[in-house]
Nanobody, 126 residues
Framework: QVQLVESGGGLVQTGGSVRLSCAASGRTFSDFVMGWFRQAPGKERDFVAAISRSGGIIEYADSVKGRFTISRDNAKNTQYLEMNSLKPEDTARYYC???????????????????WGQGTQVTVSS
């Protein structure tokens, strides 16, 4: 089992920045592909970003490219999502996700992830 705990959400103005963290425990963090997803009220949970086990492969949703940065620190069992130039449409609950993998790949769909955190709310005011 892997436990994931997100932190860092909150209320921010348009154009502002937020840094989310996801602390993992329970198994070897570097064995897992990590991802961030988000879900706005009444909408599906959508892919935001993903990072491979070593951090060498990264993918972003088109809507966040150039504004968000995903990273991980395997020594600290933590992944991050740096969110800049925030827009009201970025308002959502953000979820950390983990997928066990022996390969140096990333996953872009939520069905590939085995473990999920409880999420942290990010609200961007206009």
């Amino acid at each position: 089992q892997v436990q994931l705990v997100e932190s860092g959400g909150g209320l921010v103005q348009t154009g502002g920045s937020v840094r989310l963290s996801c602390a993992a425990s329970g198994r070897t963090f570097s064995d897992f592909v990590m991802g961030w997803f988000r879900q706005a009220p009444g909408k599906e949970r959508d892919f935001v970003a993903a990072i491979s086990r070593s951090g060498g492969i990264i993918e972003y949703a088109d809507s966040v490219k150039g504004r968000f940065t995903i990273s991980r620190d395997n020594a600290k069992n933590t992944q991050y999502l740096e969110m800049n130039s925030l827009k009201p449409e970025d308002t959502a609950r953000y979820y950390c996700a983990a997928s066990y993998s022996r390969l140096g790949i990333v996953h872009l769909t939520k069905d590939r992830y085995d473990y999920w955190g409880q999420g942290t709310q990010v609200t961007v005011s206009s």
